[in-house]
């Protein structure tokens, strides 16, 4: 299993993380999560429509 904490030698000990690398790194964080949410529906269509039919009744029964 893969190292989660990172090295010492590691270039995140360096420097700090300016605000715009953090942007840039939600953003691809971002984009990814929406691919693999994309990718899951199409593989398993049945537990998309089912997530869609919960998600439509919580927003139906939401009050302001």
Do not use: G, H, I, K
Not at 26 to 32: G, N, T, W
Not at 37 to 58: G, K
């Amino acid at each position: 299993m893969p190292e989660t904490q990172p090295s010492e030698e590691s270039e995140e000990y360096e420097t700090p993380e300016t605000a715009a690398q953090r942007r840039a790194r939600r953003a691809q964080f971002l984009r990814d999560l929406s691919e693999a949410r994309e990718l899951r529906d199409r593989v398993q269509p049945r537990r998309a429509r089912a997530a869609r039919m919960r998600q439509q009744m919580r927003m139906r029964t939401f009050r302001w």
